[in-house]
């Protein structure tokens, strides 16, 4: 069967300190790949997508980065977190299923 | 600028009255649209993809269509069980934008 595995759940992490959630996905290969953030009370925001190994396509030019280094893993990272980048991050894969993760709930204070 | 708006923003109904949610699309070259459901502190559940103009999706008590610029989400004898926020997205390209969602509340 086809899974999407997220962590951690929650994270709480102060400001300038540095990020990395991963997600992995099980049951299939090749996955179209992508990493949303959602402050609360609002839409998906698309941050990253990547068709492959070490392709990654950016939305945001802020102090968020990706990284696929695997077929089926795909890794958010940040140097230095902002109070802005709290909120819920999801990965998701655009496959037969449209799955998401479970996601993490992200805090910086 | 390619967008993706959803109406109206939040929606309140008794049990047992239909009524329907909008996504509006403006981007070119769509290669599918798709509904979610999604409930408070829960990732995005997907509920159906139309990838054509004229197609349409039921399950239970919901019934997806599309056209060459919007989907209807049409919710029939809704329960509050089908409270939640409903989401579309658009893939183009290998871009999914979400729209902002539609709140529904139902109460019996």
């Known amino acids: 069967s086809q899974t999407i595995h997220q962590w951690p759940a929650t994270l709480v992490q102060p400001v300038g300190s540095p990020l990395s959630l991963e997600c992995t996905v099980e049951?299939?290969?090749?996955?179209?790949l992508y990493w949303y953030r959602q402050a609360a009370g609002r839409g998906l925001q698309l941050l990253f997508y990547s068709v492959g190994i070490g392709q990654i396509s950016s939305e945001v030019p802020q102090n968020l980065s990706a990284s696929r280094p695997q077929d089926r893993q795909f890794i958010l990272s940040s140097k230095k977190l902002l109070l802005s980048d709290s909120g819920f991050y999801l990965c998701?894969?655009?496959?037969?299923?449209?799955?998401f993760g479970p996601g993490t709930r992200l805090t910086v204070l | 600028e390619d967008q993706v708006t959803q109406s109206p923003e939040a929606l309140r109904l008794q049990e047992g009255e239909s009524s329907s949610l909008n996504c509006s699309y403006t981007?070119?070259?769509?290669?599918?649209l798709f509904w979610y459901r999604q409930d408070p502190g829960k990732g995005p559940e997907f509920l159906f993809t139309l990838y054509s103009a004229g197609e349409e999706k039921e399950k239970e008590r919901l019934k997806a269509t599309l056209t060459k610029k919007e989907s209807f989400l049409h919710i029939t004898a809704p329960k509050p069980e089908d409270s939640a926020t409903y989401l579309c997205a658009v893939l183009y390209g290998n871009k999914l934008v979400f729209g902002a969602g539609t709140i529904l509340r139902v109460k019996s």
């Open positions: 981007v070119s070259g769509l290669r599918g």
């Open positions: 049951g299939t290969s090749n996955p179209n």
């Open positions: 998701a894969w655009l496959g037969q299923g449209k799955f």
